[in-house]
């Protein structure tokens, strides 16, 4: 079993629809959780971290839960700008990050 | 602007030569870097992690000898790919932990290409 798992996708969506990710994670000793956007051919960058209570951040949502081992992001009202492929990113232990395969977005107009 | 700095961006080579990638801390020491490497359409996967005055850990399946990294001041690590073959062409990407706060810079990301 891999150590975190996407649904590669890829999601095509209309602007303004909403659409989830999820992603689950095999070490359950893991302890933060983070939510990367990688544009084509560029590095990762950070869109949030993901907080046990959930948080929000303008039109995404985080969501944690760790009985499950389960994360989710969701996003309101897509705009195309927002066509990127989205890593579930873990972190186990010491500095590590292990990332998922990413799930591939596309908003078409 | 960039806290962590990684040259060259784009780099082609022949086949059996080696190439060296920088990756640079800009804005504050770092005694772990860590160089992931991402084939098309697949996930990054942790290669190394590079420790100041050390001897860098290398992942599972990743040949030490063909992948060399020097970590021998506090902002600078070093990728060598050694003897560079078609199917290590990839994109090689680093990243920095900025300590106490938590918080993962990584630079800009070096695509290798061995014809």
């Known amino acids: 079993r891999k150590e975190v798992e996407q649904d590669p996708g890829p999601f095509n969506v209309p602007e303004g629809a909403t659409v989830a990710f999820n992603c689950t994670y095999s070490?359950?000793?893991?302890?933060?959780f983070f939510w990367y956007r990688q544009d084509c051919r560029k590095e990762p960058k950070l869109l949030m971290s993901?907080?046990?209570s959930g948080n929000e951040d303008g039109r995404f949502t985080a969501q944690l839960n760790r009985a499950s081992q389960y994360i989710s992001l969701l996003i309101r009202d897509s705009k195309l700008s927002d066509s990127a492929t989205y890593l579930c990113?873990?972190?186990?232990?010491?500095?590590?990050?292990?990332f998922g395969t990413g799930t591939r977005l596309q908003v078409f107009p | 602007g960039a806290v962590v700095s990684q040259h060259p961006s784009w780099v082609i080579c022949k086949s059996g030569t080696s190439v060296k990638i920088e990756c640079r801390s800009l804005?504050?020491?770092?005694?772990?870097m860590f160089w992931y490497r991402q084939f098309p359409k697949q996930s990054l996967m942790l290669m190394a992690t590079?420790?100041?005055?050390?001897?860098?850990?290398?992942e599972q399946g990743v040949e030490k000898d063909k992948f060399l990294i020097n970590h021998a001041s506090l902002t600078l690590s070093t990728l060598t790919v050694t003897s560079a073959h078609p199917e290590d062409s990839s994109f090689y990407i680093c990243?920095?932990?900025?300590?106490?706060?938590?918080?993962?810079?990584f630079g800009e990301g070096s695509w290798l290409t061995v014809v």
């Open positions: 990243s920095v932990v900025r300590s106490g706060r938590n918080t993962i810079y």
């Open positions: 070490n359950s000793a893991s302890q933060s």
């Open positions: 993901v907080y046990s």
């Open positions: 990113v873990v972190n186990p232990y010491t500095d590590k990050l292990i």
């Open positions: 804005d504050f020491q770092a005694t772990t």
């Open positions: 590079s420790n100041e005055g050390s001897k860098a850990t290398y």
